[in-house]
C-alpha cells in the first residue's frame, strides 16, 4: 500500500469516529485564547538528576507546566526522595511550635516581600535549616522546662499561701462560710465541741479531731466528694473555695481552675483512708502549722521563696525572649524554601528513572504545557540547569512534544486571564470547567451579566452607591490585596466581593444606564429635557376634579414624539395607569432579551459543532431547537415590535391604543389553534398585517415538525456511522496481518531505550477503534431525554426570563415605599424648623435603610437571579463545563504566616 493511500485510509478512520463520538479534532482556526481554551502541548521532560533541583524550582517559578500523574501503569514512579519530604514537613512542624511561641510572646515575625525572588532554595539548604532549627529547639526546649518547672512551683506556692490564709479564717471562727456540709448541724456541733475539748480530753478517752488542707482540680472535685462520702459513710465535714488565677497566660501542665478545701474527720484511721483518696485523685495536700507564730513565719518563708522565684522567671521569659526575637528574623526565609522543597521533592518522587549514558540516573515525566509556552519553559529549564552547574558543561534538559489524541486524554483547560477577566471566569467556573478548545461563555457574561443585572436594579442612586463602592475597591486594590495577605484572620466575605469588584463596578456602572432608562432616582424620576405632555387645566379645575385624563390624541395635550431618552417623567402622577404601562413595558423587554439572549446561546452551540466538526449535532440537533425556538418565541418578539411600531395613542382608529390586540392573547390562539374573531373590538383589525394567520399556521407546522428530527435524527445518523466504523474495522483486520508484528517494534523501540512508555504502533488505531462502541439503547434514551428537554426547556426558559420584570418591579415598590413611609414624611410635614431637625436625623435612617435593604439585599437577589439566567437559561444551551482545570505546579507567593 502507498503512502497516499494508508494516508487516506487513516482519515477514513478517523473521520467516521470524530463525527460518531462528537471529539474535537486540533484545527489551525485562529481565535482568541480567552473564546477558547489555549493549546496544549502533550510533553515529555528529561532532567539530570544532579540539575533536576533547580529546573524544577524554575518551572514553579514559572507556573506554565502541569504534571501528569499516571495510575494505568505507564511507568512507576522512583520514590527516591521520600526522606526530604519528611525532613521537610519535620521541620515546618517544627517553625509552628515556633509561630505559636512568637505570638506568645507577643512578638511579629520579620516579613520580607523579596523573600520568593530573593532566596532561592538549594538542596544543601535543608540540612543547614535541619541544624539550625534543631539547634533552637533544644535551646528553647531547655529554656521552656524550667520555666515549667518554676511556674508549677509558683502555683503551688501560691495555693500554699491561700490554703493557709482560707485555713486560719476557718480555725479562728471566721463566719461567712461557703461550705458543703456532709453532716447534719448537731453533728457538726458535736465535732467542733469535741475539736475544742481534745487538747484537755485523754487520747485514750476521746477520738481526735483532725483535719487535711489541699488543693484539687475543679474537674475532679465531684468524683473526689462523692468518693469521700462513700469511705467515711459520711463522717466529715469539708469546706472548700476557689482559688484565683494568677497568671492567666501559664500553660504548665498544672494550670487550671482549682479549689483549696479544708476536711475534718475523727480518727487516724480516717486520716490513712482520706491520704490514699488525695493520692489517687492527684490532690496536693498543704501543711497548716499549728500555732499563730509558726504560721507567721512560714507564711514569710513562703514569700521570699515566692519572690526569688519571680526573678528567676523573669530572667528565663527574657532569655526566651531574646532566642525569639532571633528566629523571628529567620523564620520566613526557612519556611519559605522548605515549602518550595517540599512541592519540588513531591514532584521529583512522582518522576520515573531512566538509566543510560555511561549509568548515569535521569528523571523523565510527562506534563502537560500551553503550546506557546513551550519555548519559554526549555528556556526557564536551561537557566535552571546552568545555575546548578555553575557555569559547567552538563546535560540540558530536554523537552519532547508528543502527539495525543484528544477522546483518548484529555488535555486540561486553560485561559489566560488578568484581574478584570479573572471575576467573570469565576462565575463561570463555578457552573463546570470547560472542557479543551471548548467556546467559554465569559466573554459574552462580561456585558450580559451585568445588563442583566441592571434590568433588575435600575435606580441611578443605587447604582452609583454600588459603583462609588466598586471603584474604591478597584483603586485600593493594592493596599487591599497587600493587607489581606499580610493579615490572618482576613475577613473571607470581604475576600469574596473583593475578587468581584470589576463584576460590581459594572453591574453599578450598567445599573445607573438603566435607570435612566427608567428615569428613576431613588424611586424619583429626574425631569431632564421637559416633559413632552402639556397639561392645560387650571388650578381649581384639578383641585374640584379627582379623575382628570390627558388625551394623546389632541395636540394640547401631547407634542407626538416619545420622550428624548428612557420614560417621561409625567408618568410619576399618573397613578395606577404608571404601574400598569411600567408592567407591560417591563414585561415585554424581559421577553424580548430572554429569547434575544437563547437564541445567541444556540448560536455558540452551532459553533462549537463546527469547530469540532461534528455536523450530526449542527445539522439534528442544533437547527431543529433554532428552528422551534425562532418559529414560536422569535416570532412573538416580532409581534412586540410590531404592536409598538403600529398601534399608539395618539393614531387613529384601527390603530389607536383601544385596537391593540394582547399580545399573549395572540400567541395562546395560534398555538391552540383558536379564531381571535371574538376577541377583537368593533371597528379594530383582527390582524396586525395582511397574512398573518397563514404566517401563524406555517410556523406553527415548521416548529412541530422540528420535534421529530431532534427527537431520532441523531440516533439514527450515529446508527449509520458504526456501520461504516465496522466496514473499516474489517478492513483493518485484513490488512494487520501483513504488518510488522508487535515484537519487532518493540525491538525497534528498545534501540532508542523508551522502553518507560507504551508503545504506539498502527495498531493501537485499530485498538481505539474497537475500544469505542456506542449502545444504541443509551443514546436513544438520551436523545429523547434531550429532545423533551429542549422543547419544554424553551418554553420554561423564556417564561424564566420575567423574572427581570419581577425583581424590577419589586426593587421600584420598595424604594418608592421606603421614600414615602420614610424620608418624605418631614419633606411634607409643614412644621418649619422642626421638620428641619426631623430630617436630619430620619435621612439617616433612610440612608441605613437604603444601602442594607435596596443596594445589600436587593442587590444580591438581583446577583443571584443573574447567576441563574446565565447558567440555566444561556449556558446549557452550548456549555458542558466538564472539563479539567489546567493546575500548575506553581510555588504560592509567600505571606507573612504561611
Not at 521541620?91 to 512568637?102: G, S, T, W
Not at 491561700?162 to 476557718?170: H, K, P, T, Y
Not at 402639556?534 to 401631547?558: G, I
Request: glycine share 6%.
Amino acid at each position: 500500500m502507498s503512502s497516499e493511500e494508508a494516508s487516506q485510509s487513516r482519515k477514513k478512520m478517523e473521520n467516521p469516529f470524530d463525527i460518531l463520538r462528537g471529539r474535537r479534532t486540533e484545527k489551525n482556526i485562529a481565535a482568541p485564547a480567552f473564546f477558547r481554551s489555549e493549546k496544549m502541548s502533550l510533553c515529555q521532560i528529561l532532567l539530570h538528576r544532579e540539575t533536576a533541583f533547580d529546573c524544577l524550582y524554575n518551572l514553579g517559578m514559572e507556573g506554565k507546566v502541569q504534571f501528569i500523574a499516571h495510575n494505568d501503569g505507564y511507568y512507576l514512579p522512583c520514590m527516591n526522595y521520600v526522606s526530604e519530604v519528611q525532613r521537610c514537613n519535620e521541620v515546618l512542624h517544627i517553625m509552628k511550635d515556633l509561630q505559636a511561641e512568637i505570638e506568645d510572646c507577643n512578638l511579629t515575625t520579620v516579613y520580607y516581600p523579596t523573600v520568593d525572588t530573593d532566596e532561592v532554595p538549594n538542596e544543601s539548604d535543608l540540612p543547614r535549616i535541619e541544624a539550625q532549627i534543631e539547634e533552637v529547639r533544644i535551646e528553647l526546649d531547655d529554656v521552656l522546662s524550667e520555666k515549667e518547672e518554676l511556674e508549677s512551683q509558683r502555683q503551688i506556692l501560691n495555693e500554699r499561701l491561700f490554703v493557709l490564709a482560707r485555713a486560719e479564717a476557718f480555725f479562728t471562727g471566721a463566719t461567712n462560710r461557703e461550705a458543703v456540709m456532709a453532716w447534719t448541724n448537731s453533728m457538726i456541733m458535736n465535732i467542733l465541741r469535741e475539736g475544742t475539748q481534745a487538747h484537755s480530753m485523754s487520747r485514750d478517752n476521746q477520738a481526735h479531731l483532725g483535719f487535711v488542707t489541699g488543693t484539687i482540680l475543679i474537674d475532679k472535685f465531684r468524683a473526689f466528694e462523692l468518693v469521700l462520702w462513700r469511705i467515711c459513710h459520711g463522717n466529715f465535714y469539708m469546706r472548700r473555695a476557689e482559688i484565683p488565677a494568677v497568671d492567666t497566660d501559664q500553660k504548665s501542665k498544672n494550670s487550671g481552675r482549682r479549689y483549696a478545701f479544708v476536711i475534718l474527720f475523727i480518727g487516724e484511721a480516717m486520716r490513712r483512708k482520706i491520704s490514699k483518696l488525695c493520692q489517687t485523685f492527684s490532690v496536693q495536700l498543704h501543711d497548716y502549722p499549728e500555732t499563730a507564730e509558726a504560721r507567721i513565719e512560714y507564711r514569710k518563708r513562703i514569700a521570699l521563696e515566692l519572690s526569688d522565684l519571680e526573678t528567676v522567671l523573669d530572667q528565663i521569659k527574657a532569655q526566651r525572649r531574646r532566642i525569639l526575637s532571633i528566629v523571628t528574623l529567620e523564620l520566613c526565609i526557612w519556611r519559605s524554601k522548605i515549602n518550595k522543597m517540599i512541592m519540588i521533592y513531591d514532584s521529583m518522587n512522582k518522576m520515573t528513572n531512566v538509566h543510560q549514558l555511561d549509568n548515569q540516573k535521569y528523571l523523565v515525566v510527562e506534563c502537560w504545557i500551553p503550546t506557546n509556552s513551550v519555548t519559554t519553559v526549555r528556556n526557564t529549564l536551561m537557566k535552571g540547569a546552568y545555575r546548578s552547574s555553575k557555569g559547567a558543561q552538563t546535560f540540558p534538559p530536554i523537552i519532547t512534544v508528543q502527539k495525543f489524541k484528544p477522546h483518548l486524554r484529555e488535555p486540561p483547560t486553560y485561559f489566560e486571564l488578568n484581574k478584570f477577566t479573572r471575576g467573570f471566569q469565576n462565575l463561570v467556573d463555578a457552573y463546570g470547567m470547560a472542557s479543551y478548545k471548548e467556546l467559554n461563555p465569559a466573554p459574552y457574561t462580561i456585558i450580559t451579566f451585568p445588563f442583566l443585572f441592571a434590568i433588575m436594579f435600575g435606580d441611578v442612586g443605587h447604582g452609583i452607591i454600588m459603583t462609588s463602592f466598586a471603584a474604591w475597591m478597584c483603586l485600593t486594590e493594592k493596599k487591599q490585596e497587600d493587607r489581606m495577605k499580610h493579615s490572618k484572620g482576613s475577613n473571607e466575605v470581604f475576600g469574596l466581593i473583593f475578587a468581584g469588584r470589576y463584576v460590581i463596578l459594572l453591574m453599578g456602572i450598567f445599573s445607573i444606564y438603566t435607570g435612566f432608562i427608567y428615569n428613576d432616582i431613588f424611586s424619583r424620576p429626574a425631569n431632564l429635557f421637559g416633559s413632552h405632555w402639556r397639561v392645560n387645566y387650571t388650578k381649581s379645575t384639578v383641585q374640584s376634579n379627582k379623575l382628570l385624563q390627558l388625551d394623546p390624541q389632541h395636540a394640547e395635550n401631547y407634542i407626538g414624539t416619545p420622550y428624548i431618552f428612557g420614560v417621561d417623567p409625567i408618568w410619576e402622577v399618573a397613578g395606577q395607569y404608571s404601574i400598569t404601562t411600567f408592567n407591560s413595558l417591563k414585561m415585554k423587554i424581559a421577553i424580548i432579551l430572554g429569547v434575544v439572549h437563547m437564541i445567541f446561546g444556540l448560536s455558540l452551540s452551532a459553533w462549537n459543532s463546527i469547530y469540532f466538526q461534528n455536523p450530526g449535532d449542527l445539522y439534528l440537533v442544533f437547527f431543529p431547537q433554532i428552528i422551534f425556538l425562532t418559529c414560536l418565541f422569535f416570532y412573538l418578539v416580532l409581534l412586540i415590535f410590531i404592536k409598538w411600531s403600529i398601534f399608539g395613542g395618539h393614531f387613529d382608529t384601527p390603530y389607536n391604543s383601544a385596537c391593540a390586540p394582547s399580545i399573549l392573547i395572540m400567541f395562546i390562539n395560534m398555538v391552540l389553534f383558536k379564531d381571535g374573531s371574538k376577541d377583537v373590538v368593533s371597528g379594530c383589525n383582527l390582524e396586525m398585517f395582511t397574512g398573518q394567520t397563514i404566517v401563524q399556521y406555517l410556523l406553527i407546522f415548521v416548529a412541530f415538525s422540528a420535534i421529530p428530527v431532534l427527537l431520532i435524527g441523531k440516533p439514527v445518523y450515529i446508527h449509520f456511522e458504526q456501520k461504516k466504523i465496522k466496514a473499516i474495522q474489517d478492513a483493518e483486520r485484513k490488512r494487520k496481518a501483513s504488518r510488522e508484528t508487535l515484537n519487532s517494534v518493540r525491538k525497534t523501540l528498545q534501540t532508542y531505550n523508551v522502553e518507560y512508555m507504551k508503545s504506539s504502533t498502527s495498531s493501537q488505531v485499530f485498538t481505539d477503534l474497537e475500544e469505542e462502541k456506542v449502545d444504541m439503547t443509551e443514546v436513544w434514551i438520551h436523545q429523547g431525554i434531550h429532545c423533551i428537554e429542549s422543547v419544554l426547556g424553551s418554553v420554561s426558559h423564556t417564561a424564566s426570563y420575567l423574572r427581570l420584570w419581577a425583581l424590577s418591579l419589586a426593587h421600584d415598590q420598595l424604594s418608592s415605599v421606603l421614600w414615602k413611609m420614610v424620608l418624605q414624611i418631614p419633606l411634607v410635614g409643614n412644621h418649619g424648623l422642626a421638620d428641619g431637625i426631623l430630617l436630619y436625623f430620619i435621612f439617616y435612617v433612610w440612608a441605613a435603610l437604603t444601602i442594607a435593604i435596596l443596594v445589600v439585599m436587593e442587590g444580591l437577589s438581583a446577583f443571584l437571579h443573574t447567576l441563574r439566567l446565565h447558567w440555566v437559561e444561556f449556558q446549557s444551551k452550548f456549555y458542558t463545563g466538564a472539563g479539567e482545570k489546567f493546575i500548575p505546579f506553581y510555588f504560592e507567593p509567600t505571606t507573612r504566616y504561611g
